[in-house]
Each structure stands twice: as structure tokens, then as C-alpha cells.
């Protein structure tokens, strides 16, 4: 069965680094593009990157652009998400999810992973 | 980018009665070269991520409950519960994977009167 497990959540100051990690396990990995959504405590979803199945292409949101890095591991299952200069406002749960198909990322997602809460404070 | 203004915020409604929420896009999800709407709901339930619940609009998730229904085109969604049951208290999302950004609506709170 699918399963998607983040890890390397943590507490850091602002203007720190953090990389998150998702293990992929139970579909061909390499066949998905791949996305990091993130929730606010207490809030709403909000969308932040997806990556191609095979990691040439890469988009992101606004709110975290040239801050943020996407990237995978489609040799050991892996996708990752690179945090560099974290605000406050970056403090979520971050949840990988996986889309129905493979091919293009343009899909609803079918797969998250139970996600890892990010806390930006000095 | 697309704007996802869900509605109401926050709904009770009593155990067997219906539940109905929803979901205005400021564009048209419709791609016309497949005449699909781009467009999920999603329930979480506290402590939980999101599970997919519907998608291209009406189609059912596999293992979905068939009191769960989606329906609408264009920019004019909702989400229909038929018979409210306990454990369907949850917030429901509407999101559109029309364009990027990816966006969703800010969610409904559903809750047992």
C-alpha cells in the first residue's frame, strides 16, 4: 500500500535552514510528480511546490520562492524539501502528497503523508 | 491566481439530515479539451492530513461513502453529505488543480447539532 512518511520537522530560528524529508514506499515513485503542502496551525492547506516525476521541472509558491528548494531522490524513494532564511510565518505542519497519475503533476492528490510540524521561533 | 471562497464557514446539521457546502472559483476550473473540471474535496479530521474525498468534481474516491456526492461545473461547486453520520465531522476543503498556484477553498467546518 502507499504510504508517504515526513521527517526532519523541528524547532529553528528565524533565518535558519531546515530540509524535510518523505519516504515513498508501496507505488513507482519515480512515475508521480510530488508535492509539499503546508498548514498553519489552526489554518487552512496551502499549496507550496511540486516537482516532476522526474525532477526536471519544478514550480513553487510565491510566499516561498527563492527560499525554498524541491528536489528528489527517485533512486531511493525520497523527495525533499530544502528551507533556507524561515520566518515566522513558515511555521506549519508540511504534508508531502502524492498525484493519481503519472506524467503530469496538474492532479488532485490521492496520497498524503501524515506530515511535520515546522516551528520558526527564536 | 484562482480563488477558492468556500461557504459557510461552519455548518451543524443534525445526524441523518443533509449537509451541504460550497465552493465558488474566481475562473472556470472546465478544461475544454477534455471537458473536465479540475477540482477535488478533501475531509480532515483533527490530527489527520486530508483525504481525498471527490474528484474531477463528482467522481467518488474509491472506498468514499456514497452519501458523499460532488456536483457543479465551471466555477460553481458543492459538496453533498445525504445522511450525516458521527464520524463525518470533520472540515472540508474545495481545491482547484486548474492553473498554479494550486489553491484551496479555507475550509468547512462540519459539526453534529
Known amino acids: 500500500q502507499v504510504q508517504l512518511v515526513e521527517f526532519g520537522g523541528g524547532v529553528v530560528q528565524p533565518g535558519r535552514s531546515l530540509r524535510l524529508s518523505c519516504a515513498a514506499s508501496g507505488f513507482t515513485f519515480s512515475s508521480y510528480g510530488m508535492h509539499w503542502v503546508r498548514q498553519a496551525p489552526g489554518k487552512g492547506l496551502e499549496w507550496v511546490a511540486v516537482i516532476s516525476h522526474d525532477g526536471s521541472n519544478k514550480e513553487y509558491a510565491d510566499s516561498v520562492k527563492g527560499r525554498f528548494a524541491i528536489s528528489r531522490d527517485n533512486s531511493n524513494n525520497m523527495l525533499y524539501l530544502q528551507m533556507n532564511s524561515l520566518r515566522a510565518e513558515d511555521t506549519a505542519v508540511y504534508y508531502c502528497a502524492k498525484v493519481p497519475y503519472s506524467g503530469s503533476y496538474m492532479y488532485n492528490f490521492d496520497y498524503w503523508g501524515q506530515g511535520t510540524l515546522v516551528t520558526v521561533s527564536s | 491566481d484562482i480563488v477558492m471562497t468556500q461557504s459557510p464557514d461552519s455548518l451543524a446539521v443534525s445526524l441523518g439530515e443533509r449537509a451541504t457546502i460550497n465552493c465558488k472559483s474566481s475562473?472556470?476550473?472546465?478544461?475544454?479539451?477534455?471537458?473536465?473540471?479540475?477540482f477535488a474535496w478533501y475531509q480532515q479530521k483533527p490530527g489527520q492530513p486530508p483525504k481525498l474525498l471527490i474528484y474531477w468534481a463528482s467522481t467518488r474516491e474509491s472506498g468514499v461513502p456514497d452519501r458523499f456526492s460532488g456536483s457543479g461545473s465551471g466555477t460553481d461547486f458543492t459538496l453533498t453529505i445525504s445522511s450525516l453520520q458521527a464520524e463525518d465531522v470533520a472540515v472540508y476543503y474545495c481545491?482547484?488543480?486548474?492553473?498554479?498556484?494550486?489553491?484551496f477553498g479555507g475550509g468547512t467546518k462540519v459539526e453534529i447539532k
Open positions: 475562473q472556470s476550473l472546465l478544461y475544454s479539451s477534455n471537458n473536465k473540471n479540475y
Open positions: 481545491h482547484q488543480y486548474y492553473s498554479l498556484p494550486l489553491t
